[in-house]
């Protein structure tokens, strides 16, 4: 969105946290079509369930790049039985509690548990197959098609924590758009869906009508401790109660990467998409840690962890405040000797909430850096997300990144996105323009991570904001400001 | 307090709640002396620990109807491992999650988990002896005397859950004062504390110097499943490390309910206090009742479940709005052929933010009705605290309160308080004049309780109300008032 930055839904960035039972309308223009999703951005109410699809048209008169019979849309998600308030109480308390693997994958907010709708193919059949009518508001959402014809799937993933393969047992899907954005169509078996991202995807149904096929998810990056997400692809006039006959498709290894890098490097700008600037005008070097904050585990960007000031900070900016957040810059990069392959040699890190400010309409290059956490040789996925921007995904590498890195920018043909991921003991090189007047996060969309502190937040041309409603603002220094008016 | 209503503390009555990170300032004028304590009134925050003493002392040149050589001040707790936010949503789960009673009782703020001061006495010694150097941060707070003087001892219970018995091995207590007010001394070996409730107590040091005396804490009216508290009385010149030789305090029986109904109605008060009016203008009557409301368990008072509404009340009266909550007034009494000895016959209740709104200076006889919870043969102690006043307990009574029973009233000398309790399948008979300006709860001081609605509100003389800082109204309705002013 263009010129509603306060309409962004972050709290303590563009506005003050909606209270219990109180209402606020976000008014804000579309830019352009395609497959978005909208979630709470304040603890760990995503993790709670508060989502949903966002699905923008094209406009009247406009034409997709493609062409498909039907359309499907399927927002994915994860689950655990412990209230995300009592997450929230275990990742913040010391000694730190980890919140353990959700306890199942939900597609369109329906899951199974304790129950395997293809038990019959599991080896160690100790679960039992589960019974559904078809009726139960809880029953799987069965994928309805006609033989012979082409459907679009939208695709989102909204899960707190888990890295996704997403299969259609039997079909092959071609991926046509990425957060929102056309890609250059490529064709794949399975493909791997990251926390924030959205995707939509054509398959054909070529396949024998006499039988149901598998739609099948999985989860990529951690041991798998959460069984697969499982629903059907119905084809007429089958049955959609017939359970397929083939085995449900094989997920790939959890922890190859080199898989899951491979449908990354697939992802590239369909023709005449908006190319990058050919240089930036500034570079800032993130470097993703794992840390210890007086005896409390954080992860921190540079060595600081976001803690969010009370006062939102776009109202403060807008206010003219001192004394709402720390005007001192963070850091722009790491110490040159850091070994990104061993934990930190002192782990100890800081809070902090200073912000990036960024030149309007400045290029910025971003190098994610991902490095060791806490114990040895582990070293996490975490896909970043960028609010109020698209950027281009130049690169994504292994190891450190260095300044010979850059001979392997694709200032070609990258993609447009909003979401990449960083892969363990990787680097992810991101390009945008500074364009859009506002205060936007940038963090891993992992929401414990975040919680953890696991973001920065970047500003730019915070003069050429327009009116925002106080609305926004009736909390903290700003609240005080506007009832003092009153 | 009297002219700053607003300065009550009550998130979504007399003000919107303090979000993390903001200040707010109460600023009231003080009546009287005495021995108060304040805490947090949202959620469960003052089972989380958000409380503290408040001690008023006499104004210069005038003096306490008694006297004394030292004054300790104790503030007593119960303290549980799991955070409040969890205990929060196990209570408003479906199926519901008790707390389960706490691990521990804390003397202003330092408790024994896992340990016993006095194992030695333990008939099962299955518990070590804690070891304390004296000077540990969590280590018992020692109380140092002097052999034969006079000590005060300031007492407030906070506790979340219990209600308590207080003692001093080998000492006599003379309770002098109770909730701020004076009552007529008299002696006894231990004392009932409800939460909600402060007194003070004298003590003399009486006894051989040359040993130390335990101080004892217990649980009463719920199964104790909760260690004695306990910490030492020191006398001077024997060190405060030597345990008594003496065996600890034998607490009454959990359930000899007639050993506490003894001892709350020795409480009387001082000669010359103020006289209740001999009649009264309105009686409210409250059944207090255990329900269901969607397959959630909830408390009643007269079926309605108390649910705060999201704009405070005092400041949509203020503001004149409507729909801010129910104007339709609550039930005032309840069915006369309601049996309060066995679980209601439809425990359906329902949900309500409806006030009783009360003519200014006029003379209010609340009856509180206690009555079988949702199982058999159950009914609890619920200690109520109104806020903004005190009142007269004119009776306690058991089994159901009729007309007739209003010839036990004690008009004569009633103690002012501002909490009662209600013990089980009985009945507390209050009065009080409704002379403050204001909106004001009236709830079940045991935290769970409130949180699963046992509570009314009040209100009385709201055109009286003078300015109200606007800081206490910037959420829900009001905020969006104040925003727009500016």
Redesign the interface.
């Known amino acids: 969105m263009f010129g509603t930055p306060w309409a962004d839904g972050t709290a303590s960035i563009s506005q003050?946290?909606i209270?219990?039972?109180?209402t606020f309308i976000y008014r804000f223009k579309v830019p352009k079509a395609g497959t978005y999703f909208y979630h709470g951005h304040y603890g760990m109410q995503r993790s709670a369930g508060l989502y949903g699809s966002l699905i923008v048209d094209v406009a009247k008169g406009e034409k997709e790049p493609f062409q498909y019979d039907g359309e499907f849309n399927l927002l994915l998600s994860d689950w655990w039985h412990k209230?995300s308030?009592?997450q929230?109480?275990a990742l913040s308390?010391k000694p730190f509690r980890w919140i353990g693997e959700p306890q199942t994958l939900l597609i369109n907010g329906r899951g199974q548990y304790n129950c395997s709708l293809a038990a019959k193919f599991n080896k160690s059949s100790d679960v039992p197959t589960c019974q559904f009518s078809g009726n139960e508001q809880c029953a799987p959402q069965t994928l309805h098609v006609q033989p012979n014809k082409t459907y679009r799937l939208r695709l989102a993933s909204t899960t707190a924590l888990a890295s996704l393969n997403f299969a259609i047992g039997n079909h092959k899907i071609k991926v046509v758009e990425a957060d929102g954005n056309y890609v250059q169509p490529f064709v794949v078996d399975e493909m791997d869906i990251y926390s924030g991202e959205s995707y939509s995807i054509l398959f054909k149904t070529d396949q024998d009508p006499s039988q149901n096929y598998w739609i099948s998810l999985s989860v990529r990056g951690r041991l798998p401790k959460t069984p697969e997400a499982r629903t059907i692809l119905n084809y007429s006039p089958s049955s959609p109660s017939n359970l397929p006959n083939s085995p449900p498709p094989v997920a790939p290894i959890w922890n190859d990467y080199n898989h899951s890098k491979t449908f990354s490097n697939k992802i590239l700008s369909q023709i005449g998409s908006p190319k990058p600037p050919p240089s930036f005008d500034r570079r800032i070097i993130l470097l993703n840690t794992q840390n210890h904050i007086d005896g409390y585990i954080k992860w921190s960007i540079n060595n600081v962890s976001l803690l969010l000031?009370?006062?939102p900070y776009l109202g403060s900016i807008k206010f003219g405040l001192k004394g709402a957040f720390d005007h001192k810059k963070p850091p722009q990069t790491y110490p040159i000797d850091y070994n990104v392959m061993m934990p930190a040699p002192n782990t100890n890190a800081t809070y902090g909430n200073g912000i990036y400010m960024l030149d309007f309409n400045s290029t910025v290059d971003v190098i994610l850096q991902n490095a060791n956490a806490l114990a040895v040789n582990v070293s996490e996925i975490h896909p970043w997300h960028l609010h109020g921007h698209d950027f281009w995904v130049l690169a994504y590498g292994d190891g450190k990144f260095t300044k010979e890195d850059e001979k392997k920018f694709n200032l070609k043909n990258p993609p447009l996105r909003n979401t990449a991921v960083i892969f363990p003991y990787g680097w992810t090189a991101l390009r945008f323009v500074a364009n859009n007047p506002g205060v936007w996060a940038f963090h891993c969309h992992i929401e414990p991570h975040l919680h953890m502190g696991m973001g920065v937040v970047f500003a730019e041309g915070v003069h050429l904001i327009g009116k925002v409603?106080?609305?926004a603002?009736?909390?903290?220094l700003t609240?005080?400001?506007?009832?003092?008016?009153?």
């Not at 209270?19 to 109180?22: A, F, I, R, S, T």
């Not at 609240?479 to 009153?486: A, D, M, P, T, V």
Request: one cysteine or more; a negative charge; charged letters at 25%.
């Open positions: 003050c946290a209270n219990p039972g109180e209230a308030e009592e929230e109480v308390s000031p009370t006062t409603p106080n609305d603002f009736s909390c903290g609240g005080k400001i506007l009832n003092h008016k009153g």
